[in-house]
């Protein structure tokens, strides 16, 4: 790992780099009138994709009420930006070698620092035109940033300064074969624990010195293993409880042990889950590629938890997770179209 001073970069931008670095200062922007509100995780806010309520939003988006205030070029990259106290947050595969995070000045978009490491890897060859560069979305605590690298590696740096407090290497850790589409969870921190989906199947790790707690739907990684979903904290059937999609089923991970607390199949093309889950009350929505989407109700029994489909029609999402609204679900299709699901 190298930690860099801040330096202005010249590059020439490409349209694949323009196109990141308005990804990089819109969102950001809008949050900025929302009284400094924070996206400090994947989906923002619990995970619902949504700023805090009360938000004044203007009732059009164009030249007048959505304003560059700055623009900064940034190499490829799945992640989204991190908005927090008074920095954003990036990261980036740079010449298909090493992976990149850099802080950056909230209101004026100089770096603050860098740092770097090895983290190149190539996707398989029939999904090479989706890129082979970070996936995961990093997460912030207040005071830490917690990345996970392509190649299996969760990596915690210091926000202030960018210094590392401490990395962990699954693969290792856990004897797996690497994720053969990278390492695609968005870690989830709840209290003072972080949870995250990697090839050696779902983790609880301790924020403070990276310590594993627990190991739950175990696995050993590979092209059908590992994950392309990330989790979601919710109260479900009346306990709280990890919501996590895995390659071939959805499921309700308990927090003390990790233990399966309900699960149920979930039919896919290749094992293409992807999508967060969606929590509306004690009901779970996915969709997934070939699969369909689909409406679960998880109940409480006397021997612990049932789950049950309630509808499902033929509704292909892809990458994209919903969005819910007034109970409606507001879901971006693999067909490239838009639609609205009650």
Known sequence: MNLHPTEKRLEKTTMKQFLLS????????????????????????????????????????????????????????????????????????????????????????????????????????????????IRATPTYDGEKLYVAGMLDVLVALDGKSGKEAWRKDFREEFGTVGQSFGFVCSPLIDGEFLYVQTSGGLVKLDCKSGATVWRGLKEEGGMMGGSFSSPIMATVAGTKQLVVQTRSKLCGVGLDAGEELWSIAIPSFRDMNILTPTVVGDRVFTSSYGGGAMMFEVTRTDSGFSVKQLWK???????????????????HLRNKRFSCID
């Open 22 to 133: 308005v990804a990089v200062i819109s969102f950001p922007a809008l949050l900025v009138a929302a009284d400094r509100a924070e996206w400090t995780q994947w989906r923002g806010p619990d995970r619902l994709c949504a700023v805090p309520a009360g938000t004044e939003w203007p009732d059009k988006l164009d030249e007048a009420t959505l304003v560059e205030a700055y623009r900064v070029p940034l190499e490829p990259s799945y992640s989204g930006p991190i908005v927090a106290q008074d920095r954003v947050f990036v990261t980036e595969t740079v010449n298909k070698e090493k992976e990149v995070v850099r802080a950056l000045d909230r209101d004026s978009g100089k770096e603050l620092w860098q740092v770097e490491w090895p983290g190149a890897m190539s996707v398989p060859f029939f999904a090479a035109s989706n890129g082979s560069w």
């Open 313 to 331: 029609n033929t509704t292909e999402a892809y990458m994209s997770s919903p969005v819910v609204v007034d109970g409606r679900i507001y879901l």
